[in-house]
């Protein structure tokens, strides 16, 4: 699902968000490394247009896939890939400015959330994404009846694209493309893509 080589920056990037190194499954199916759970999220969304989830316990942050839109879809997709720790989102409307530039949505800026940055002066005590040691959670995507058009997950191969095609579950793994074979997706968020992984265990 992911290059396995050690010193990766992209593995190094999601270690140190989830906690441990990635172990590969098997199987030649995509797998979205995430477990869905009741939302138990902050009702923060931005609705602009290059979002972020954040971690609201220490402020660590990571790329929300896709572009910004739906509040209750971004939260969402946060959550699944961080379901052990409440989430918000902000986005920005200037990719060039980050997370600087991003606001919740009543237009709090990101230095303003009250765990900013936290997560680079010490670790908080049971703030992971998973609730564990551990990585996420391995769930077959192919079953997955969440997904839409657009959405983005990981595989063994990298970052695909889920193309809707096929009215399911079950998918087929046609039904996922590489970034660059899908060609509504920004191509500011493809080349954050080429810097996404998820690290599991």
Do not use: W
């Amino acid at each position: 699902m992911f290059p396995s080589h050690s010193g990766s920056p992209l593995t190094d990037f999601f270690s140190a968000l989830f906690g441990g190194r990635p172990s590969y499954r098997s199987s030649d199916q995509p797998r979205i490394l995430v477990t869905p759970r009741p939302l138990d999220v902050a009702p923060s969304y931005s609705g602009g247009g290059h979002g972020f989830c954040v971690r609201t316990c220490d402020g660590r942050y990571f790329p929300l896939p896709g572009r910004a839109g739906v509040e209750k879809s971004d939260i969402a997709q946060c959550a699944a890939f961080c379901p052990a720790a409440k989430m918000t989102v902000v986005s920005t409307s200037d990719p060039a400015r980050g997370i600087d530039g991003a606001v919740t949505r009543e237009g709090k800026p990101y230095s303003e959330l009250p765990n900013a940055y936290v997560y680079r002066q010490r670790l908080v005590e049971g703030c992971t994404c998973n609730g564990k040691v551990g990585g996420l959670t391995h769930v077959d995507v192919m079953e997955d009846p969440t997904l839409k058009r657009g959405d983005v997950v990981m595989t063994r191969e990298g970052s695909r694209v889920f193309t809707g095609k096929t009215k399911g579950p079950p998918y087929r793994t046609a039904d996922f493309v590489e970034p660059s074979r899908f060609p509504e997706l920004p191509r500011s968020m493809r080349a954050r893509l080429d810097e996404l992984t998820v690290a599991s265990r």
